[in-house]
């Protein structure tokens, strides 16, 4: 009798707790060999030690994959050219990684031949929309898997499950927190800070200092762009990746780049989330800053709400979207003049921009001052007021504006009331 093979899942593997318990589980419910895949978008410290944790485990493969570099260029650059910040705090560190990891993960189902992929997402979060939609974007053949939106275990008790199978997790129960970091933030949940009235403990937090104890000096730094893209710091020219980590430890160490926030999430639920993302606030900061120089009142108005919707899809887990194809398309546009230098002031947990220069500002020093050299004419400003102001005038004379006027001897509502 010939023994029918076992079927394979990929697994989105971290060496995290959830992931780790992962691989024993699926060998265990699914009855499937479970090959895993690091993908390091950066804040991986050790692979091959994620990799042999991975076989030890119980994984009859395990790969890794460094996309650090694509992972700036092809999803962080892009966010940075639109301005994406959801609900005005958080710059997606996490959100933007999902995408990449799913798309790498279908390829190497399909390469191994598997039927399903898996991933440790829960089922109130997020993650869980970004993998299964962006599987089934781009895989939607391979079944998809989320133990722990299966098993029903509480945190706790996945830990305890952890320690009575000998699986080794790099968390505990008295600092249960659930980490995530790439180049492009750090975020922090679980344990005390699910009560928001509790402020973060300052060892949450490995990238920033407190901003009590920053330097007492202001530091400042020069960020160079081209077409809308940071390319330098202090006039040294830098790839993408080495100039994110730089100006990590820089703003870092200035206390800048901690956010707390009540957040949104897709599936109904306020959380409360922390982050460290000292690189985006001064490159979102400074990228805003040149735009407002070298674009109209009108483009500036019309990208808010593009920054606003890409921020959305980027979130909510619709990278893979025509919708988000076509906005890069306009952004990317928006963007042919958005080059030149942002210098950037650093103190104590705020970034203030001090100086902005551009080859295709659209300041003009002669029009702009009120000193000699003054070019506007200020004559001017009478007739375009007359027109600017003239359907109001319009209206005043056909309609009554406001309240209308009181007959004599006829009292208001408001006198009426106090009598």
Partial sequence: MVKKARGKVVL??????????????????????????????????????????????????????????????????????????????????????RPLMAKLLVDLAHMEGATAVAHGSTGKGNDQVRFDVSVLALGPDLRIIAPAREWGMTRDETIEYAQRHKIPVPVKIDRPYSIDEN????????????NPWNEPPEDIYEWTRSPADAPDRAEY??????????????????????????????????????????????????????????????????????????????????KERVAQEYSDLIYNGLWFSNQREDLDAYIDSSQRYVSGTIRVKMHKGNCVIVGRKSPHSLYSFQLATYDRGDLFDQSDSASFIRIWGLPLK???????????????????????AKK
């Avoid at 180049?183 to 699910?194: F, N, V």
């Fill in 12 to 97: 989105a593997y971290s060496g995290g707790l959830d992931t780790s318990v992962a691989i024993k589980w699926l060998a265990d419910n699914y009855k499937m060999d479970v090959i895993t895949l690091c993908v390091n978008i950066g804040g991986v410290r050790d692979v091959d030690g994620i990799r042999q944790k991975a076989l030890k485990l119980g994984a009859v493969k395990s790969f890794a994959v460094d996309a650090r570099d694509e992972f700036i260029e092809d999803y962080v650059f892009k966010a940075v050219k639109a301005d994406a910040l959801y609900e005005g705090q958080y710059p997606l560190a996490t959100a933007l990684g």
């Fill in 183 to 194: 180049p492009w933030g750090r975020s922090i949940e679980c344990g005390i800070l699910e």
């Fill in 394 to 416: 319009i209206q005043a004379q056909a309609q009554v504006i406001g309240f209308a006027p009181l007959k004599s001897g006829k009292k208001s509502r408001k006198d009426k």
């Fill in 221 to 302: 730094v020069e960020i160079g762009f081209e077409e809308g893209l940071p390319v330098s710091l202090n006039g040294k020219k830098m790839e993408g990746l080495p100039l994110i980590e730089k100006l990590n430890v820089m703003a870092g160490r200035n206390g800048i780049g901690r956010i707390d926030h009540m957040e949104s999430r897709l599936v109904g639920i306020k959380s409360r989330e922390n982050y460290e993302a000292p690189a985006a606030i001064v490159i979102l900061k400074s990228h805003l800053a040149l735009e407002a120089m070298t674009l109209t009142r009108h483009q500036l108005r019309y």
